[in-house]
């Protein structure tokens, strides 16, 4: 079976405070994302990364930075948490070939709380 | 811009009754959709994909979408909604941008409640 794990389902953390959102696949699929997902917003993408140590900003990167060392893991780094950055953070990996119609495959999700 | 819209963000319908989802996209290009479902505190599984190969498409638990071209939709349907069917649902399409593929926009997301 498939997975996609996230480090923790729950989160409340300090303004100020650096965060570490952890996401690893075991899929050895070369696509990873990081999406936050707000009500009436959908999915918004923030980074995403097409191989070991490459990465690509998404739609809205400010305020985060990503970290793939491993294959199989993907990092999200809140520099300083802020108290709009209170969210649920979604994680995903599809694969690398193919012309844009393979599916990614979501993990359950981080719902992070900034007080 | 490309873009993914979904009307409704809230629908409601009786158990047994047809469940129809809707999706609109604007591309310039042939695109790759998808419905994903989200039930209450999970992250999103994939219902569907339409792929160009057959405009009809059959997805898990009884669900279906017709691409129509000329009418940039992609609704989701269902003829018998079932009180488990009750989630948010998420159509997405394909973004191509030059270098990296399988970047996908997603629209805001219908939730769907069932009354018995």
């Known amino acids: 079976d498939v997975k996609v794990t996230q480090s923790s389902r729950y989160l409340v953390k300090r303004t100020g405070e650096k965060v570490f959102l952890e996401c690893v696949q075991d899929m050895d699929h070369e696509n990873m994302f990081w999406y936050r997902q707000d009500p009436g917003l959908g999915l918004r993408l923030i980074y995403f990364s097409y191989d070991v140590k490459m990465k690509e900003k998404g739609d809205i990167p400010e305020g985060y930075s990503v970290s793939r060392e491993k294959k199989e893991r993907f990092s999200l780094i809140l520099e300083s948490a802020s108290t709009n950055q209170t969210s649920m953070y979604l994680c995903?990996?599809?694969?690398?070939?193919?012309?844009?119609?393979?599916?990614?495959?979501f993990g359950p999700g981080t719902r992070l709380t900034v007080l | 811009a490309q873009s993914v819209t979904q009307l409704g963000s809230h629908v409601s319908v009786s158990e047994g009754a047809l469940v129809l989802l809707r999706c609109n996209y604007s591309?310039?290009?042939?695109?790759?959709l998808f419905w994903y479902v989200q039930y209450p505190n999970q992250g999103l599984q994939l219902l569907l994909k339409?792929?160009?190969?057959?405009?009809l498409v059959k997805g898990i638990n009884g669900f279906e979408a017709e691409f129509k071209k000329s009418e940039t939709s992609f609704h989701l349907t269902k003829p018998s909604a079932h009180m488990s069917d009750a989630a948010e649902y998420f159509c997405?399409?394909?973004?191509?941008?030059?270098?990296?593929?399988?970047?996908?926009?997603f629209g805001t997301g219908t939730l769907l409640a069932v009354q018995p």
């Open positions: 995903a990996s599809s694969l690398g070939q193919g012309d844009g119609y393979n599916e990614q495959f």
């Open positions: 339409y792929t160009s190969a057959a405009t």
């Open positions: 591309s310039s290009v042939p695109p790759y």
């Open positions: 997405a399409g394909h973004r191509p941008v030059g270098g990296a593929t399988n970047k996908l926009i």
